[in-house]
């Protein structure tokens, strides 16, 4: 069954004290590995996909990278409005691939000034 | 950019009734997808469609229908609503192509059945 782990549920920094989000997943095959910010009440934007081990992405304080099993999001000098929940969902590929993401329960990230 | 678009933030209906959420998108994009977002449970599929009027069940599509008559619109139904159905339901749309293949997501319609 694929699956995806994200860890810690809930992460508090300083404003400036970098960090790293994880995403371990199981599954057949990868299509892609996606990240998404998640304001509350709001639908989920997105961050980045990487699609093979090794690749990195990068967006302003945050860099995403990509190994065989896991990825890792980290957050350089975090500020306040970086605050949201930070999801991770992986497209199955290999035989039979889907279109269909399966999704993370999420990291809440809070950065106090 | 991509817009999705979802009709309503805030949805408020009775037991029973028959509740239509509707979905637009503007990127013609194949896919189009309906999840529901509980806490502690995360964002689960409930139906989602490849293309015009085919559609195949997610994880959890009991009690929930579709409708995809054109390609840029995905209506979910909810057929005889109960309390349980009380979620954050989340549209989205992909390309469809072998890459590109991320999600963009529409607002929300927060729904409480009552």
């Known amino acids: 069954e694929d699956q995806v782990t994200q860890s810690p549920e809930a992460l508090r920094l300083q404003e400036g004290e970098s960090s790293s989000l994880n995403c371990s997943y199981t599954?057949?095959?990868?299509?892609?590995l996606f990240w998404y910010r998640q304001d509350p009440g709001k639908g989920p934007e997105f961050l980045f996909t990487?699609?093979?081990a090794g690749e990195e992405k990068e967006k302003e304080r945050l860099k995403a990278t990509l190994t065989k099993k896991e990825s890792f999001l980290h957050i350089t000098a975090p500020k306040p409005e970086d605050s949201a929940t930070y999801l991770c969902a992986v497209q199955p590929g290999g035989q039979g691939g889907s279109e269909k993401l399966v999704f993370g329960k999420g990291t809440k990230l809070t950065v106090n000034p | 950019d991509v817009k999705v678009t979802q009709s309503s933030r805030y949805l408020v209906k009775r037991t029973g009734e028959k509740v239509f959420l509707e979905c637009v998108q503007d990127m013609d994009h194949e896919n189009m997808f309906w999840y529901r977002q509980d806490p502690g449970l995360g964002l689960r599929l409930i139906y989602f469609s490849y293309d015009v009027k085919m559609k195949e069940k997610g994880d959890i599509p009991e009690g929930y229908s579709v409708s995809r008559e054109k390609k840029e619109r995905f209506s979910l139904i909810l057929e005889s609503a109960s309390t349980n159905q009380t979620s954050m339901y989340l549209c989205?749309?992909?390309?469809?192509?072998?890459?590109?293949?991320?999600?963009?997501f529409g607002q929300g319609t927060r729904l409480t059945v009552v």
């Open positions: 599954v057949s095959g990868l299509r892609g």
């Open positions: 989205a749309s992909s390309l469809g192509a072998l890459m590109n293949t991320e999600a963009f």
């Open positions: 990487l699609y093979s």
